[in-house]
């Protein structure tokens, strides 16, 4: 029979650790590990260490991004269109 930290215990799902950087006005290839010039060395260690997700769509400016981001919905569907 197992007690009750025992089930608990069977029952813990160890989550992912997820590290998400938006930042404004960064291209693609800004970073060094990705063909740029400019060194990025700690941005460059997170990504060799990580994965890269290369399927995120973002709007022109900040706001509709995180908009995005934080709903998962079109930002004119947030709200945040124009």
Do not use: Y
């Not at 990705?34 to 997700?53: V, Y």
């Not at 908009?67 to 945040?80: K, Q, T, V, W, Y």
């Amino acid at each position: 029979m197992l007690g009750a930290s025992q089930v608990m215990a069977a029952q813990t799902v160890k989550q992912p650790n997820i590290l998400l950087i938006v930042a404004d006005d960064l291209g693609f290839s800004d970073l060094s590990a990705l063909g740029s010039e400019i060194q990025t060395p700690h941005l460059d260690k997170l990504l060799a260490d990580g994965r890269l997700m290369l399927d995120f769509h973002a709007a022109p400016s900040c706001s509709p991004t995180r908009a995005m981001l934080m709903s998962g919905n079109d930002p004119h569907i947030a709200g945040l269109g124009m």
